[in-house]
């Protein structure tokens, strides 16, 4: 079965940087395309980035962009988010979820890392 | 970017049916997924394109769309399906996605 395992999360000063890793099994992670999806506390979802099953693409929400970076290792199934010059308005929940395929939609998502970006 | 709306909650009695709508721009183009999220857990895909379900997700739940209208529609709503629905899309570029801001649905 899909199982996907986020790690990293945590507290960090605002203009710090983090790096959250998702661990994947019980699929062929090297084919198919891989999100991010955040979600700040009693809020709604947040589309953050998404990456193409070999890295040969990216793109990113523009309230990310320039100082988020995904990317991705298929020879250890993990998936990664580089987050740097982090806001307070960056706290939130962040799941990753596989892509259904072609980058139409998330369909299976982690339980979750919390990042809390405070001084 | 576009923009997906949905109404920020509904209501529904025991076994009745409800509907809940997501409109967008992108909708003419995409069709809309739909997630189900309850307190603390991670959301999960109830329907997908233009009528999917995944494996495990009960047949009350269906999907529709018109022009830039996208539905999910409950029929029979049971006690366990009150929750937090978020319709996605792709925008208009098909390159990013965007969530609507979910709609709360209380099960009376």
Known sequence: ???????????????????????????????????????????GLEWVAFIRYDGSNKFY????????????????????????SLRGEDTAVYYCAKDYGSGSLPDFWGQGTLVTVSS | SSELTQDPAVSVALGQTVRITCQGDSLRIYY???????????????IYGKN????????????????????????????????DYYCNSRDSSGNHHVFGIGTKVTVL
């Open chain 2, 32 to 46: 809309a997924s739909w997630y189900q999220q309850k307190p603390g857990q991670a959301p999960i895909l109830v």
């Open chain 1, 61 to 84: 929400g523009d309230s990310v962009k320039g100082r988020f970076a995904i990317s991705r290792d298929n020879s250890n199934n993990t998936l990664f988010l580089q987050m740097n």
């Open chain 2, 52 to 83: 999917s379900r995944p494996s495990g997700i009960p047949d009350r739940f269906s999907g529709s769309s018109s022009g830039i209208t996208a539905s999910l529609t409950i029929t029979g709503a049971q006690a366990e399906d009150e929750a």
């Open chain 1, 1 to 43: 079965q899909v199982q996907l395992v986020e790690s990293g999360g945590g507290v960090v000063q605002p203009g710090g940087s983090l790096r959250l890793s998702c661990a994947a099994s019980g699929f062929t992670f090297s084919g198919y395309g891989m999100h991010w999806v955040r979600q700040a506390p009693g809020k």
